[in-house]
């Protein structure tokens, strides 16, 4: 069992920055592909970005935001820089054994709570 915390959301101002942090238990997260999901009011839930040995981005998101992790504390980041008003959404972390399929919410098996981030126009 995998337990992840999300944590680093707030209110921002468009053009501003925030970077996002999700925190794993156990052992093994090394093992784990990583990836961020979010979820705007009144819509479904959207893919944003993974990490496994490579990284993959949503169009929506692609040189704007940055996902990196760190094996050693059991950590993945999402930076964000040039945030827009429909970046707004709940933000997600989950952790999955998908190697090559991992935009699906199915590759995933372990999911956060989610954290909010509220761009402002």
């Known amino acids: 069992q995998v337990q992840l915390v999300e944590s680093g959301g707030r209110l921002v101002q468009a053009g501003g920055s925030l970077r996002l942090s999700c925190t794993a238990s156990g052992r093994t997260f090394s093992s784990y592909t990583m990836g961020w999901f979010r979820q705007a009011p009144g819509k479904e839930r959207e893919f944003v970005s993974s990490i496994t040995w490579r990284t993959f981005y949503a169009d929506s998101v692609k040189g704007r935001f940055t996902i990196s992790r760190d094996n050693a504390k059991n950590t993945v980041y999402l930076q964000m820089n040039s945030l827009k008003p429909e970046d707004s959404a709940v933000y997600y972390c989950?952790?999955?054994?998908?190697?090559?399929?991992?935009?699906?919410?199915?590759?995933?098996?372990?999911w956060g709570q989610g954290t909010q981030v509220t761009v402002s126009s």
């Open positions: 989950a952790a999955g054994t998908a190697r090559f399929s991992v935009t699906p919410e199915s590759s995933y098996d372990y």
